[in-house]
């Protein structure tokens, strides 16, 4: 039995194209969203991305971050493919520490720490998000196996330790800025993150 329960739809009309908008609400009570496009039914794996809440990536266009290039790219790639999923995870800003730590650990970057030592510094985990409540909505929704858009392979293996297959994995390639090119550096040499095939070309 789903520990998530469904609390609301309706059509959502985006600049990318239309989009059935779900809200479940999760474990902790964070309200999540699922944006769906075409049929989910049947044997074919589904395009999805687990997209991690980002308020300033995602809403103020922050060059710190890819995540709003992220977000930006994966709905228009679920749109052309006419069939996919993407869920927004609340909760997971920062990786999971929540904004106010988030932008202490901004502060601490600025001093010259990566990410990953700016979270440390301040007692806490490289990455504390937990992806249960997405392999739940895509069970709820009928979704088994997925083609998963990701650079990141713990959400591989945690989807996958969920009951979702995950049959292959489709690459997020967005461009570096010289804001952000350390940042994700980092999260590629430190958390085992895959190379961007741009990142990759431009870096060797």
């Known amino acids: 039995m789903s520990a998530i329960d469904c609390v ?3 059509t959502l009309p985006t600049r990318y194209g239309e989009f059935t908008m779900y809200v479940y609400e999760g474990r902790d009570g964070s309200e999540h969203v699922a944006l769906t496009v075409g049929d989910l039914g049947g044997l074919a794996p589904v395009l999805v991305r687990l997209h991690s809440e980002c308020l300033t990536g995602d ?23 006419g069939r996919g999923v993407l869920i927004y995870l ?18 601490l970057q600025d001093q010259g720490l990566d990410t990953v030592e700016a979270n440390r510094a301040l007692g806490l985990p490289d990455d504390a998000r937990d992806y249960a409540d997405a392999a739940d909505i895509l069970g709820e929704l009928g ?11 713990t959400k591989i293996t ?17 461009t570096p800025n010289p804001r952000n090119a350390h940042y994700i550096r980092t999260k590629q040499e430190r958390m085992g993150h895959f190379r961007p095939i741009e990142y990759a070309v431009a870096q060797d």
Request: proline share 3%.
């Open 8 to 10: 609301a739809m309706a």
């Open 59 to 81: 809403i103020f266009g922050s060059a710190r971050c890819d995540c709003g290039e992220q977000l930006d790219a994966s709905l228009k790639l679920i749109q052309q493919a």
């Open 90 to 107: 609340r909760g997971h800003e920062g990786r999971g520490i929540g904004l106010v730590n988030k932008l202490r650990a901004y502060g």
């Open 143 to 153: 979704v088994r196996q997925v083609l998963l858009l990701t650079n990141n392979p």
């Open 158 to 174: 945690d989807l996958e330790a969920h009951g979702i297959a995950v049959v292959d994995r489709v690459p997020l390639n967005i």
